[in-house]
């Protein structure tokens, strides 16, 4: 229930609903799209990756002397959970053909290609098999697959959507193999929605051309998400999980070669190693480091460690400049702050508008023009609704949909949705929703190739811990792609690599080479990672809490 201080805007939306609704249904544009020049401008002036202080230079590793995400940089500069000589490394604890760090859609597409090629693998997974943002994805999956597409279509749409930073190979990889994708995930067990006559239901997304939006309701990532951890599940001699025991650093050989990893016991607090022959990273994003103190959608889990482990190694990282903030993340309710509200409202006709009722920017702009101009209307023009916290937000029309799709709309295509807002009094087929951009997902990773392989021979990476595939701006539905892509690409290039390669003597060398390095840079920092959790506790909190600690053991 919104708070009456909120009743005259609300009334504002309804008042001017059947003027932008008659617009709607005459064929004009409500609000015209931006000129790349307007979309130049918005971006610089209001986009937090824009602000000086989001970027900062990295002062050691493959990267070092480039500007990239503060908090990002952070991380990277900090010391490692283990010292080398802890660890005998001649007797491994666990040995394995692959192994797969991460549990989330990539890391289970991964699995299910290599048991496919006779692989054995082993996922270690911080949290539960599937606890990840691929689980959270709502509004679906790109992929061209209707008459009126094309691949090349959405290549050129992935392509403009990133600023033409993307790798032209993974983007060809991406939108190439989405055909394919779709099929083989019907094939696992996904129901995809569909029209009447059997033909895919597609809609469109911010900056596409042609509808080639699949999905499951709004619990696509769900679907899919279930699906593959039933098919690694059906296959436990093949795959062995270990939940609840993330991998905290990369193993390589004498060579330089990736030779496993080291895994922490999340319960027992014990450490173990694990030989494999190749391994895969598919940790994910950064979302739970709060960018710039941005609201996240992202999972509990989701603290950039495959970033750390790799760089430590010595992979490379590209556009680590880059952060999405997605336009439509919940700011009222409060409880749910940061909550995704899919582009697919958007894309069904919701609008975003501001105190007056006004549509003040294009529905469907790619997300970071989008959301920019969220922020301009809020910050600059202060034509944004605060609630009762402090925060701000722009109403997002939702019951416009039932007007232009059809009474049951709603309810039908987005039944969680509803259901989320109705548990506080909020019905959104009847009441707009307030919105504001949330922290959604890590545009830049770790370097690969369209097969997955990284400069660390015997490493490859998947889904949002790779970069390269969005360039510096992710299109809608290109993310639950790039995890089935590339998770099957990693299988099967990961898979024919084990089988011809021979490790040589283990080292954690590295480790200690890194730290040595940032004695050399004068680096001092009581950071630990990767991070693994994220911590809610106030910084001058968590500081006297360190030097009581300090202080009792010398004692």
Known sequence: MYPEYMTESLKLVEQTRPKRLALERSGKPVFPPMTAEERETVLNRFHPDYRKESRRVIRIGPNKGEEITTEVADILESHSRIRPEM?????????????????????????????????????????????ANSMMSQG??????????????????????????????????????????????????????KNPDGSMYVLHG???????????????GAVIMRTLMDEVRNHPD????????????????????????????????????????????????YGRLHIRGFDTTNHYGATG?????????GAKLLYMDSVQYHP????????????????????????????????????????????????????ER?????????????????????????????????????????????????????????????????????????????????????GGVHGRNRLMGNSVLDYNVFGRRAGKYASEYVKHVVLGKLSLAHISAYENEMKKARIKTDRIAPVLLPSYTPEEVRRRQLTAHYEGTLR
């Open 305 to 313: 460690d495959g970033l750390v482990m790799a760089y430590r190694a």
């Open 382 to 466: 202060h034509n944004g609704i605060q609630t009762p916290s402090g925060r701000w937000g722009v109403w997002l029309d939702s019951p416009l949909i039932e007007i232009i799709q059809g009474s049951g709309y709603l309810e039908k295509n987005f039944p969680a949705m509803v259901r989320q807002f109705i548990r506080y009094n909020i019905d959104i087929t009847k009441e707009p929703m307030l919105v504001y951009p949330s922290l959604h997902y890590q545009n830049g990773g770790i370097e690969i190739n369209d097969r997955c392989e990284t400069n660390i021979p015997g490493l490859y990476v998947a889904g949002e811990a790779s």
């Open 238 to 285: 093949m795959v062995t999980v270990l939940e609840f025991m993330p991998t905290v650093e990369l193993i390589l050989d004498h060579r330089g070669r990736c030779a496993g990893g080291v895994i922490y016991n999340m319960e027992t607090e014990e450490y173990f190693t694990v030989k494999a022959k190749a391994t895969i990273i598919a940790t994910g994003g």
């Open 140 to 193: 679906g999956m790109q992929a061209a697959v209707t008459p009126q597409d094309s691949p090349t279509r959405h290549y050129l749409d992935a392509l403009g959507g990133g600023h033409f930073d993307n790798k032209p190979d993974l983007v060809r990889a991406l939108t190439e193999d989405g055909p394919e994708v779709v099929k083989w995930l019907e094939e696992l067990g996904v129901v995809w929605d």
């Open 87 to 131: 660890f005998d490394l001649s007797r491994p604890d666990y040995e394995t053909d692959l192994l797969i760090v991460g549990g989330g859609g990539a890391g289970c597409a991964a699995a299910i290609i290599a048991l496919q090629n006779g692989v054995k693998s082993i996922i270690s997974t911080k949290l539960r098999l599937g606890d």
């Open 328 to 379: 439509t993340g919940a700011v009222f309710p409060e409880q749910i702050a940061g909550f995704l509200i899919t582009e697919k409202i958007r894309g069904a006709g919701g609008q975003p508008l501001n105190k007056f009722g006004e549509l003040f920017v294009f529905p469907r702009e790619p997300r970071d023009v989008e959301s920019a101009a969220f922020i301009r209307e809020c910050l």
């Open 206 to 220: 911010g900056g596409t051309s042609r509808k080639r939006m699949h999905s499951c309701r709004d619990y696509t």
